[in-house]
Protein backbone atom coordinates (compact mmCIF):
# COMPACT_ATOMS: atom_id res chain seq x y z
CA UNK A 1 0.00 0.00 0.00
CA UNK A 2 1.32 3.48 -0.71
CA UNK A 3 -0.19 6.65 0.67
CA UNK A 4 0.03 9.73 -1.16
CA UNK A 5 -0.60 13.19 0.56
CA UNK A 6 -0.52 16.34 -1.54
CA UNK A 7 -0.10 19.98 -0.37
CA UNK A 8 0.87 23.51 -2.07
CA UNK A 9 -2.65 23.98 -3.49
CA UNK A 10 -4.35 27.57 -3.38
CA UNK A 11 -5.37 30.54 -5.07
CA UNK A 12 -2.91 32.96 -7.49
CA UNK A 13 -3.30 35.38 -9.81
CA UNK A 14 -2.94 34.43 -13.47
CA UNK A 15 0.81 34.42 -14.42
CA UNK A 16 2.08 33.44 -11.07
CA UNK A 17 3.19 30.78 -9.79
CA UNK A 18 2.48 27.52 -6.92
CA UNK A 19 4.45 24.10 -6.08
CA UNK A 20 2.67 21.38 -5.71
CA UNK A 21 3.87 18.88 -3.58
CA UNK A 22 3.29 14.68 -2.83
CA UNK A 23 4.97 13.18 -0.18
CA UNK A 24 4.75 9.12 -0.35
CA UNK A 25 4.65 6.57 2.65
CA UNK A 26 4.26 3.05 2.52
CA UNK A 27 5.80 0.86 0.20
CA UNK A 28 9.27 1.59 -1.60
CA UNK A 29 9.52 5.17 -3.52
CA UNK A 30 11.57 3.58 -5.67
CA UNK A 31 9.28 0.93 -7.14
CA UNK A 32 7.16 3.50 -8.36
CA UNK A 33 6.52 5.85 -11.29
CA UNK A 34 5.14 9.25 -9.94
CA UNK A 35 2.44 11.43 -11.93
CA UNK A 36 -0.21 13.96 -11.74
CA UNK A 37 -3.29 14.39 -13.14
CA UNK A 38 -6.08 17.03 -12.44
CA UNK A 39 -9.78 17.77 -12.77
CA UNK A 40 -11.62 21.04 -13.71
CA UNK A 41 -15.20 21.54 -12.89
CA UNK A 42 -17.21 20.18 -15.56
CA UNK A 43 -14.18 18.30 -17.40
CA UNK A 44 -12.61 15.35 -17.78
CA UNK A 45 -9.42 14.01 -15.86
CA UNK A 46 -6.52 14.91 -17.76
CA UNK A 47 -3.09 13.66 -17.26
CA UNK A 48 -0.25 16.51 -16.70
CA UNK A 49 3.30 14.87 -15.58
CA UNK A 50 4.98 11.83 -14.49
CA UNK A 51 8.34 10.73 -13.52
CA UNK A 52 9.99 7.57 -12.94
CA UNK A 53 12.44 6.62 -10.15
CA UNK A 54 15.78 7.56 -12.34
CA UNK A 55 13.80 11.05 -13.64
CA UNK A 56 12.78 9.95 -17.05
CA UNK A 57 9.97 12.06 -18.00
CA UNK A 58 6.68 11.53 -19.79
CA UNK A 59 6.69 14.12 -22.69
CA UNK A 60 4.10 16.76 -21.01
CA UNK A 61 0.86 17.85 -22.49
CA UNK A 62 0.37 20.58 -24.90
CA UNK A 63 -1.79 22.38 -22.14
CA UNK A 64 1.06 22.75 -19.53
CA UNK A 65 4.53 22.40 -21.65
CA UNK A 66 6.85 24.27 -20.66
CA UNK A 67 4.79 25.78 -17.85
CA UNK A 68 5.16 23.08 -15.67
CA UNK A 69 7.50 20.57 -14.38
CA UNK A 70 7.93 17.53 -12.70
CA UNK A 71 10.55 16.27 -10.52
CA UNK A 72 11.29 13.97 -7.54
CA UNK A 73 13.63 13.66 -4.96
CA UNK A 74 13.69 10.15 -3.58
CA UNK A 75 15.28 10.49 -0.47
CA UNK A 76 12.37 12.55 0.74
CA UNK A 77 9.85 10.44 -1.01
CA UNK A 78 8.29 13.39 -2.47
CA UNK A 79 7.34 14.03 -6.15
CA UNK A 80 6.62 18.08 -7.04
CA UNK A 81 5.18 19.80 -9.87
CA UNK A 82 6.54 23.44 -10.57
CA UNK A 83 3.45 25.18 -12.05
CA UNK A 84 4.38 28.35 -13.98
CA UNK A 85 2.58 31.20 -15.97
CA UNK A 86 -0.29 29.64 -14.52
CA UNK A 87 -3.32 30.61 -16.22
CA UNK A 88 -7.37 30.74 -14.66
CA UNK A 89 -8.01 27.36 -17.21
CA UNK A 90 -5.00 25.57 -14.88
CA UNK A 91 -8.00 25.56 -12.29
CA UNK A 92 -8.54 22.42 -10.93
CA UNK A 93 -8.26 19.41 -8.15
CA UNK A 94 -4.61 18.55 -8.50
CA UNK A 95 -4.07 14.78 -7.79
CA UNK A 96 -0.72 12.75 -7.22
CA UNK A 97 -0.50 9.10 -8.19
CA UNK A 98 1.62 6.37 -8.42
CA UNK A 99 2.36 3.30 -10.23
CA UNK A 100 4.86 0.75 -11.14
CA UNK A 101 4.40 1.17 -14.73
CA UNK A 102 5.22 5.04 -15.84
CA UNK A 103 3.21 4.45 -19.47
CA UNK A 104 0.33 3.73 -17.27
CA UNK A 105 -0.16 7.14 -17.00
CA UNK A 106 -1.00 7.57 -20.18
CA UNK A 107 -2.13 4.81 -21.43
CA UNK A 108 -4.26 3.40 -18.94
CA UNK A 109 -5.20 6.19 -16.13
CA UNK A 110 -7.75 4.18 -14.87
CA UNK A 111 -5.59 1.89 -14.09
CA UNK A 112 -3.09 3.53 -11.99
CA UNK A 113 -2.47 2.02 -8.87
CA UNK A 114 -2.12 4.86 -6.01
CA UNK A 115 -4.08 7.80 -5.83
CA UNK A 116 -3.80 10.88 -3.21
CA UNK A 117 -6.82 13.16 -2.04
CA UNK A 118 -6.04 15.92 -4.08
CA UNK A 119 -5.33 19.84 -4.09
CA UNK A 120 -7.59 22.61 -5.30
CA UNK A 121 -5.32 25.14 -7.19
CA UNK A 122 -7.52 28.28 -8.28
CA UNK A 123 -5.94 30.91 -10.71
CA UNK A 124 -8.07 34.25 -10.48
CA UNK A 125 -7.50 36.38 -14.13
Known amino acids: QVQLDESGGGLVQAGGSLRLSCAASGRTFSSYAMGWFRRAPGKEREFVAA????????DYPESVKGRFTISRDNAKNTVYLQMNSLKPEDTAVYYC??????????????????WGQGTQVTVSS
Open 97 to 114: AADPVVTEFVRRPGRVDY
Open 51 to 58: ITWTGYRI
